[in-house]
Nanobody
Framework: QVQLVESGGGLVQPGGSLRLSCGASGFTLEDTATGWFRQAPGREREGVSCISRDGTAYYADSVKGRFTISRDSAENTVWLQMSSLEPGDTGVYYC???????????????????WGRGTRVTVSS
């Protein structure tokens, strides 16, 4: 019933940009906090960004100034605009809701979090 679908990943050179989307069905994203997370090979999933119910944006320290999260309520979609990409940004990116927004880590997940299947981002020359 509740479904999240990520898209927009791909291969990009360092310094390039990508825009990821998270489309939701079965619930309204504006009614919850929605987070972006990523997982690199051999590492635990980490928070990247989060947008709260009132539209406040939160970012992990590693992406501040380079990533921008936004929400289109009419389309029930959350976006992640990624610029000045670095090899360290490589990983599978997931959106999750509900999420918990934080100032330093961007977003926390919980057992209640619903996930999409992820979209892969590779930053390499």
């Amino acid at each position: 019933q509740v479904q999240l679908v990520e898209s927009g990943g791909g291969l990009v050179q360092p310094g390039g940009s990508l825009r990821l989307s998270c489309g939701a069905s079965g619930f309204t994203l504006e009614d919850t906090a929605t987070g972006w997370f990523r997982q690199a090979p051999g590492r635990e999933r980490e928070g990247v960004s989060c947008i709260s119910r009132d539209g406040t944006a939160y970012y992990a320290d590693s992406v501040k100034g380079r990533f921008t999260i936004s929400r289109d309520s009419a389309e029930n979609t959350v976006w992640l605009q990624m610029s000045s990409l670095e090899p360290g940004d490589t990983g599978v990116y997931y959106c999750g809701a509900p999420s918990i927004c934080t100032y330093s880590t961007g977003s926390y997940a919980s057992p209640q979090t619903n996930w999409g299947r992820g979209t892969r981002v590779t930053v390499s020359s």
